[in-house]
């Protein structure tokens, strides 16, 4: 499975982006998608992610702010960002729970794509 992220930039505080990621490639079903970030100097944390079916998920500090969407026909999960801070800067990464064809799930990654928010 490949993930390609699109999306990011820089904006002021306040402002908006949209991240968009399409996987791809041979894979039986794709479970969920989402979406981490990680500032440097800091671990790697989930933003918001979603299960096949399923409800979104969010990160307390986004809660609001952001929100997560997938469409299941086209393998592809997008995070609309509003109200941005400082502090969502980061590189922030696609991910995706797939399974191959005999059934086993593997964890999968974008390339990161960096969100700099300026004050």
């Known amino acids: 499975v490949q993930l390609q992220a699109s999306g990011g930039g820089l904006v002021q505080a306040g402002g908006s982006l949209r991240l968009s990621c399409a996987a791809s490639g041979s894979f039986f079903g794709i479970h969920n998608m989402g979406w981490y970030r990680q500032a440097p100097g800091k671990q790697r944390e989930l933003v918001a992610a979603i299960i096949s079916g399923g409800l979104p998920n969010y990160a307390d500090s986004v809660k609001g702010r952001f929100t997560i969407s997938r469409d299941n026909l086209k393998n592809t999960v997008s995070l609309q960002m509003n109200s941005l801070k400082p502090e969502d800067m980061a590189v922030y990464y696609c991910?995706?729970?797939?399974?191959?064809?005999?059934?086993?799930?593997?964890?999968?990654w974008g390339q990161g794509t960096q969100v700099t928010v300026s004050s």
């Open positions: 991910h995706a729970v797939a399974s191959t064809y005999d059934h086993i799930s593997y964890d999968y």
